[in-house]
């Protein structure tokens, strides 16, 4: 059985950053495995235990996000495969999927499994569109994952509640990191991981069919959130309070 756990190497969250002229200035040395991927290589990891197979991370990403593959590598992935970028090369989650399609075109697995979002952008859509250009059958913001036989048993978090979804292989499921705890690599998984294989493919060489179009979204700049207008306090009879707040709000526009 053959997984696959799409990663990314993101910006550490509680790392200081400032925006300055529109920029976002950021540590560059605090980079991490992106939590809901590791969360997803983690539920990996324990289908592997339980019923044997392979498991390869696949990344997109500068040469320095390899330590990011070495990363999953200690955790107990089999191999990698590291899509490299040139350090000005920016994409979207459209175009993450194209090129991730691209990759998986003449592969043979299982199951993909990938973050449901990244710590980054927060977008949430790769894995989705990833799977229609792969015209696989998916699940979103899995919370538990269970094989029985060939198919997979989904517990995905809903908007009013979890529902369970049964999938064929092969399939594709984005996963929360509300799952599981990921583990933390061990000293001898650490050295393990020095000696597993990581193919390095030029991005370049998967851009079969992507064109300028092909990024559907970029950054225009970033700004400070507007600070909230403080509450107004009220003070009296509740009776009276009562009909000051109903008046306010019946002549509010677009309060309620």
Not at 129 to 148: C, H, I, K, R, S
Not at 175 to 193: A, E, F, T, V
């Amino acid at each position: 059985m053959k997984f696959y756990v799409c990663i990314k190497q993101v910006p550490d969250v509680n790392a200081p950053l400032q925006i300055k002229e529109g920029e976002l200035i950021q540590d560059a040395n605090r980079n991490i495995l992106n939590a809901y991927d590791a969360s997803a290589v983690e539920e990996a990891l324990v289908l592997k235990e339980a019923h044997g197979g392979e498991i390869e991370v696949v990344l997109i990403g500068p040469d320095k996000a390899s330590e990011t593959i070495r990363k999953a590598l200690a955790m107990g992935a089999d191999s990698g495969s590291h899509i490299l970028t040139e350090g000005s090369e920016e994409f979207d989650s459209f175009s993450y999927a194209k090129i991730l399609a691209e990759f998986f075109k003449d592969k043979e697995y299982q199951y993909i499994f990938c973050g449901k979002q990244s710590q980054d952008t927060d977008s949430g859509l790769t894995g989705s569109m990833l799977a229609e250009f792969l015209d696989l059958p998916y699940a979103t913001n899995a919370v538990g994952l269970q094989l029985e036989g060939e198919n997979l048993i989904v517990k995905r978090q809903g908007d009013t509640g979890q529902e369970m979804i049964e999938l064929p292989a092969p399939s594709l499921v984005t996963c929360s990191n509300d799952m599981n705890d990921p583990r933390i690599p061990s000293l001898k998984g650490i050295m393990q991981s020095k000696r597993k294989p990581v193919n390095t493919i030029a991005v370049s060489d998967l851009k079969n069919g992507l064109t300028n179009g092909s990024i559907k979204t970029s950054v225009v700049g970033y700004e400070e959130k507007p600070k909230r207008e403080p509450g107004k306090k009220y003070e009296g009879e509740p009776d009276e309070i009562a009909k000051e707040v109903a008046q306010l709000l019946d002549s509010a526009e677009n309060v309620i």
